[in-house]
């Protein structure tokens, strides 16, 4: 059975930690893999990876996928309040998104 | 419209009622997503729509679930004789283009409580 599975579940730091989020995935038909930020109702997309060991990155959040491993990691430096939401991590099985159970981050001022 | 719409954002049912539950989609957009998220949970896929046509529905839990998209556009999630195993929020979620590997744009979700 395809699985995503995230961790930690939940997460508190202090304004200006750097945190790294966890995914693994055994899937059988692998497209991509992408990450969501959940305020909220509505995720809202970050990166979609697709080629192993290429950084992708935004401002102080960067995503890395390591096919090797079915897994990626998700990294946000210098964190802020705002940073603070559900971060989901989802692999596209044939058009169709398989999403983990989510990581929830509180950053603290 | 700017973005994904689905009405109504709370749904509050008696056990037993039948709902409906509507997106609109992003002008244009060719594939239609429904997911289910539970309390607590990553959403789950419940169906899926290209242009009018169903294309995979093996996430529906329950013959209970019905989902169309006459039109292309609108669709609508209905629920029969609703449980309390129900409760969760429905997103809905467009993307321009078929196939896989595209970031989709989701609504905001309705919330449906069963009491």
């Known amino acids: 059975e395809d699985k995503v599975v995230q961790s930690p579940l939940s997460l508190v730091v202090h304004e200006g930690d750097t945190v790294t989020l966890n995914c693994s995935y055994e899937v059988t038909n692998f497209r991509s893999l992408l990450w969501y930020k959940q305020e909220k109702k509505a995720p809202t997309f970050l990166f979609m990876l697709?080629?192993?060991?290429i950084e992708k990155k935004s401002g102080r959040l960067s995503s890395i996928l390591d096919k090797k491993e079915l897994s990626s990691i998700l990294n946000i430096t210098a964190t802020q309040t705002g940073d603070s939401a559900i971060y989901l991590c989802?692999?596209?099985?044939?058009?169709?998104?398989?999403f983990g159970q989510g990581t929830e981050l509180s950053v603290k001022p | 419209g700017a973005g994904v719409s689905q009405s109504p954002r709370y749904k509050v049912a008696k056990r037993g009622q039948d709902v409906a539950l509507r997106c609109d989609p992003i002008?244009?957009?060719?594939?239609l997503f429904w997911y289910q998220q539970a309390l607590g949970q990553g959403p789950e896929f419940l169906t899926y729509?290209?242009?009018?046509?169903?294309?995979?529905k093996s996430g529906l839990p329950s013959d209970r679930f019905f989902a169309e998209r006459p039109e292309g556009s609108v669709s609508t999630l209905k629920i029969q004789r609703t449980q309390q195993e129900d409760s969760a929020v429905y997103l809905c979620?467009?993307?321009?283009?078929?196939?896989?590997?595209?970031?989709?744009?989701f609504g905001s979700g309705t919330q449906l409580s069963v009491l």
């Open positions: 002008s244009g957009h060719v594939s």
């Open positions: 979620a467009s993307s321009l283009v078929t196939g896989g590997g595209e970031k989709l744009f």
């Open positions: 697709t080629s192993s060991g």
């Open positions: 989802a692999v596209d099985s044939g058009g169709k998104l398989i």
């Open positions: 729509f290209q242009n009018e046509a169903q294309l995979d």
